[in-house]
């Protein structure tokens, strides 16, 4: 299910591999968003841990919230205000230099249009990239 959902195929999130991924990316989740303002050195360590790519001078403030952590790269010197929600059942790529604005989502999952599969719990997912210098505003 794991090489579905990057490839794009319909895949089910009930997955063991999926959850334990899920798990992990959401315990330091927790651990990031419980960092203070003082500790810069830790957040970069559990950026490092959580994010596929986390470029040079990249400054995200918690919280942050991620299903899997690990298909979300970052380029150098980017910023990211206040609660980014990253859906990243898809690569996310967010290139150098960008701004990002409070409350910004940013959502590659993706479901069915017909309820039956919807109700068997199949969904999908397709990549967000955005490029070097993108501002985003908030929300």
């Not at 992990?24 to 050195?41: D, F, H």
């Not at 069915?112 to 990239?129: N, S, Y």
Request: proline share 8%.
């Amino acid at each position: 299910m794991h090489a579905r959902m990057l490839f794009g195929d319909p895949y089910l999130a009930d997955d063991p591999a999926l959850e334990e991924l899920n798990t992990r990316a959401e315990l330091l989740a927790e651990r990031y968003n419980a960092t203070s303002v003082t500790e810069p050195a830790t957040r970069r360590r559990l950026l490092g841990e959580l994010l596929g790519t986390c470029g040079r001078d990249v400054v995200i403030r918690p919280p942050l919230r991620v299903d899997y952590g690990v298909n979300l790269h970052v380029g150098d010197r980017t910023f990211v205000n206040f609660n980014l929600v990253a859906l990243d059942c898809a690569p996310i790529r967010i290139g150098a230099d960008a701004q990002i604005g409070p409350n910004v989502q940013l959502l590659t999952a993706t479901h069915p249009l017909e309820p039956g599969p919807r109700r068997d719990k199949w969904e999908g997912a397709q990549p967000i990239t955005l490029g070097d210098n993108v501002w985003l505003g908030g929300a």
